[in-house]
């Protein structure tokens, strides 16, 4: 990378109005920003239609860091160069206490910017918030509409029913029975 | 990693016909979102990620998820979604005859159970063991075994069983399949999922009752799972019956130990001579060629259980040999078992251990006898646990579980049936 191009500034706008100013290389991490840079489209603000600003201030935080890392692995024996571990410890603090409709939000970001590590991040996230979860926090916890009946419901509830250990919920409808 | 646009391939749509409830419905306008505010395909790709055992529960969040999670594409499709080692392994155990003992499915990654619905019975056959079970996609397939005919004369005598059975994991329905060519139990069995075949090999009419006795013979078929129909292979070089199959690689069928004739000590009691070799079938040339014995005289008089491990990224796969207390890993090149490992908790006396292998690790299972401390004597009423010792053969690690096991007879896996699914 030449020394022009990494000082050149892009100028983002999400849905909300607000203007974010980062560098090249730093939007140039989402694929759909890099498309429209590399056909130069750069000069004006790119709006970005559907991701609010608090959104988007989380991407660009991604972003930046996936530029450090990538800037620093060119060369040896570098410090921010991580193990499997350390990447997973990583996206692990970079998702805490990410909420469910962020989150809704951060993966519709990152699958319309097509940024594939942060989508991957995301889905794992989700994966590990709705698994070990019952229907009811599911429902509360992103606004599904239970749209069964409870006769419904204890049907399908009856249906090859996993019993898991050390899980209240199943224990007590077991011996309940 | 995982292919975002797969939801387009696989033909999932959303419509109201994908639903087997509908009953209280109201206008068909609603949105059909899986998760509000997120795209399906997002949504969609979020729940093929769950484990297989979380889905029954997640089923009646809403009835888009229902729909979703009862797809007979779900399954298929996570087979192609995750990576081999991120998918759920689990262990299905025929605690005894399928169609009386319900089977159980269990995540031991959860420590999570399920009870599978029996297979369907016929009014004159009872008492079915030494059958074959083996899993092929998201099916399990019950091949054969021994079994009594309340209609034959002598009653007693155990009968070999054509019969196949599928049991389709995404609807949890079992389904008869074309029977086998020649009747058989204890034989050599294992999936080949390159072709969607299962190959049988040997085998005879033993029952578990009996400890002798019974049919040995050397059929060798091929089942195409696709199209229904058995095929005949080249024989066996001699009768094998209480033999073990597994696939090498996509050309190789394997068929190790069991027992041929049977010799009779001082003209009364008869004792089965074991083989102490392995034959392989190689199924470009459908040839059988014979390879030495395995291990030298008086190592041990039969061949433990084995199982196979897959390799990384479909390599071949590794054997083990739970013999006694001992694991033993088969070197190929030497046609020799050498001693892995010995498990860090010896098991019970008289106690038989299953073994199954799980993604990259081996399973050794047996039920803790009752504690016999006084003080405890409550114990003896519950059901007795079930003790798992977990090996890593690449980290060369041992790990325990402890689960209650939800049988209501102590499983006895000297009989019980077990294979490992991949879902």
């Known amino acids: 990378m030449s020394e022009s191009t990494e000082k050149k500034m892009v100028r983002l706008r999400s849905s909300d109005g607000e203007v974010f100013e980062v560098e090249e290389s730093v939007a140039k991490v989402a694929k759909t920003l890099q498309d429209m840079l590399e056909e130069d489209c750069a000069d004006a603000v790119i709006p970005i239609t559907c991701v609010r600003a608090p959104i988007l201030t989380k991407v660009i935080d991604y972003c930046k860091d996936q530029v450090m890392i990538s800037s620093s692995s060119s060369t040896t024996n570098n410090p921010n160069e991580r193990t499997e571990q350390e990447r997973k410890a990583w996206g692990q603090k970079f998702m805490e206490g990410v909420d469910s409709s962020t989150l809704c939000e951060l993966l519709v970001a990152s699958n319309f910017l097509n940024i594939e590590g942060l989508l991957n991040l995301g889905v794992d996230k989700m994966v590990s918030m709705i698994q070990g979860k019952y229907p009811q926090e599911i429902r509360d916890m992103f606004n599904v509409v239970n749209d069964f009946t409870p006769e419904e419901e204890e049907e399908i509830r009856n249906q090859n029913a996993w019993a898991f250990e050390r899980d209240p919920y199943y224990k007590k409808r077991s011996s309940s029975k | 990693m995982y292919d975002k646009h797969f939801a387009g391939s696989c033909g999932f749509s959303f419509t109201r016909e994908t639903y087997s409830m509908s009953s209280s419905s109201s206008a068909g306008t609603e949105t059909l979102s899986l998760i509000p505010g997120l795209p399906n395909d997002l949504a969609a790709l979020i729940l093929t990620l769950i484990p297989f055992s979380h889905h029954t529960r997640l089923k009646c969040t809403s009835k888009s998820w229902y729909s979703f999670l009862s797809s007979s594409t779900l399954l298929p499709l996570r087979r192609v979604t995750l990576p081999t080692p991120s998918l759920s392994h689990l262990v299905c155990i025929f605690p005894q005859d399928p169609s009386l003992g319900q089977p159980y499915l269990f995540d031991p990654l959860h420590a999570a159970w399920s009870p599978l619905p029996p297979m369907p019975c016929s009014p004159h056959r009872y008492g079915l063991s030494n059958f074959a079970s083996v899993s092929l996609g998201s099916r399990i397939f019950v091949l054969g075994g021994s079994y009594f005919d309340n209609r034959s004369f002598p009653i007693d005598r155990p009968r070999a069983s054509a019969s ?91 068929v190790m130990g069991g027992y041929g004739d049977c010799r009779t000590i001082s003209g009364v009691l008869p004792v089965d001579e074991y083989y102490k070799d392995r034959a392989v079938l190689r199924l470009k040339n459908g040839k059988w060629r014979e390879f030495g014995d395995m291990w030298e005289e ?57 073994f199954v292998a799980l993604g990259e690790e081996l399973y050794v299972m047996f039920v803790l006898p009752p504690s016999l401390d006084p003080g405890k004597k409550s114990r003896v009423k519950q059901k007795p646990p079930l003790f798992i010792q977990v090996y890593s053969h690449r980290k060369r690690k041992w790990r325990f579980l402890v689960t209650k096991s939800p049988f209501k007879h102590p499983l006895d896996f000297r009989t019980a049936v077990m294979c490992a699914v991949r879902l």
């Open chain 2, 164 to 254: 196949v059975y599928a049991l389709d994991l995404s609807t949890f329905t079992w389904s008869r399949r074309s029977p086998m060519p020649t009747p058989r139990g204890s034989f050599a069995c294992a999936a080949d999922p390159s072709t969607s075949s299962i190959l049988v090999a040997g085998g005879g009419s033993r029952h578990n009752l009996f400890g002798s006795g019974g049919s040995r013979i050397s059929a060798v078929e091929r089942y195409d799972v696709v199209r229904d129909e058995w095929i005949e292979e080249e024989k066996l070089p001699r009768y094998r019956a209480g033999c073990v199959g597994f696939m090498f690689g996509e050309d190789e069928f394997w």
């Open chain 2, 298 to 354: 008086g190592e041990r008089w039969k061949l433990g259980r084995v199982v196979a491990v897959d390799g990384l990224n479909g390599a071949r796969p590794d054997f083990f040999m739970l013999d006694g207390d001992e694991i033993f890993r088969f070197d190929v090149s030497m046609n020799r078992w050498w001693k892995e490992s010995t498990l860090p908790r010896r098991s019970p006396p008289d106690c038989s251990c299953g």
